[in-house]
């Protein structure tokens, strides 16, 4: 066999990698599709199909890991922003009262309820609360602060450690997760670099796009400016190489590239297919116009955008670059109007 493909190196399996790689899914059609004399034999194909929808599901898993590992980094981060300013507030509120003991204590004595601020444990006084009635009203206001101020800070630590360790116990999937999917497209490569020379060159030949390919997109009219934009975008990626949890410039997966798309018509829409789905008005396929979202499958595990005259760009799978197809080169699972 010629030269083989490799995977992409695990440290670029980034977020929103899962939903991309079902667009390899794509691949499948291909073969599926090729002459007879250039298709390869039914069982790889059947092999090859079966293991890129097992890599999809464990895609889908890694991307719902890897994205609620992310929710929670920056959880625990906000959190720990809180703790420390809380913590400053505690310290200031302790200054404060501290310099009331010391002139208290300068002017002949110190009151027992002062004395409770230095205890070793802050539940020491708290538990004590009632021995507020014996300052005055100024003095116990601060001190009321102060145990609000403790009580918080209290329950902020709990929930930062209970965030953390759901952190963990996330970063442990995702690495799961990840090795699944590593594992199950490796194997499908396998099998494509095993063809014999002319079915795999024939492979080959339906993953190469160019620039000067292009379809016939008809008159139709995106359906605001923002997809105008987004379309524009979009055709700007016509060629760039395929690349695993990549959302652009250089290189795109298939919701990378309608993220970017998007954000460069100052749209922000979500990292993956399934999400994408939903980031507007769902529409029939009949009424689809330039910039609409095309997802394909059940899962929503592929998604394109629209260009016109039944033609989708999009990012279709590892050696294909970004380009045209028609949109029904999968099963469409839903037109999204953003």
Same mark, same amino acid.
């Given at each position: 066999?010629?030269?083989?493909?490799?995977?992409?190196?695990?440290s670029g399996f980034n977020r929103g990698a899962g939903a991309a790689l079902c667009a390899l899914s794509a691949?499948?059609?291909?073969?599926?599709? +090729?002459?007879?004399?250039? +298709?390869?034999?039914?069982?790889?194909?059947?092999?090859? %199909?079966?293991?890129?929808?097992?890599?999809?599901?464990?895609?889908?898993?890694?991307?719902? +890991?890897?994205?609620?590992? %992310?929710?929670?980094?920056?959880?625990?981060?906000?959190?720990?922003?809180?703790? +420390?300013?809380?913590?400053?507030?505690?310290n200031s509120l302790r200054d404060s009262l501290g310099s009331l003991a010391g002139a208290q204590y300068r002017s002949g004595g110190i009151d027992p309820t002062i004395a409770l601020l230095?205890?070793? %444990?802050?539940?020491?006084y708290l538990d004590k609360a009632a021995v507020l009635g014996r300052i005055d009203a100024h003095e116990a206001g601060r001190l009321k602060e102060l145990q609000s101020a403790l009580r918080e800070l209290t329950q902020e630590r709990a929930e930062a450690t209970g965030a953390l360790a759901e952190l963990d116990r996330s970063r442990q999937a995702v690495a799961v997760h990840k090795r699944t999917v590593e594992k199950k497209l490796a194997k499908a490569r396998h099998l494509l670099n095993a063809l014999p020379r002319e079915q795999r060159a024939a492979y080959d030949r339906a993953s190469r796009g160019t620039r000067e390919v292009l379809p016939d997109l008809g008159s139709a009219l995106p359906s605001s400016g923002r997809a105008a934009a987004a379309v524009a975008a979009a055709r700007s990626a016509l060629g760039r190489p395929y690349v695993w949890g990549a959302n652009g410039p250089s290189g795109f997966d298939c919701s990378g590239l309608m993220q970017w798309s998007y954000g460069r018509a100052g749209v922000a829409l979500p990292r993956t297919s399934q999400a994408q789905r939903f980031a507007g008005r769902q529409i029939p396929l009949s009424q689809a116009r330039p910039g609409d979202l095309v997802?394909?499958?059940?899962?929503?595990?592929?998604?394109?955008m629209y260009m016109g005259n039944g033609q989708v760009i999009h990012a279709p799978y590892p050696g294909a670059p970004v380009r045209y197809d028609p949109v029904g080169m999968m099963p469409v699972s839903s037109v999204t109007r953003v």
């Open positions: 066999m010629g030269s083989h493909r490799r995977l992409a190196p695990s691949a499948v059609a291909v073969l599926a599709s +090729a002459p007879a004399d250039a +298709a390869p034999h039914t069982d790889t194909r059947t092999e090859v %199909d079966r293991l890129y929808t097992a890599a999809e599901k464990a895609t889908e898993a890694y991307n719902r +890991a890897d994205e609620r590992a %992310d929710r929670l980094r920056h959880h625990v981060a906000d959190a720990q922003d809180l703790i +420390a300013r809380q913590q400053q507030r505690v230095f205890s070793d %444990d802050p539940a020491d997802t394909y499958r059940a899962d929503a595990s592929h998604v394109a």
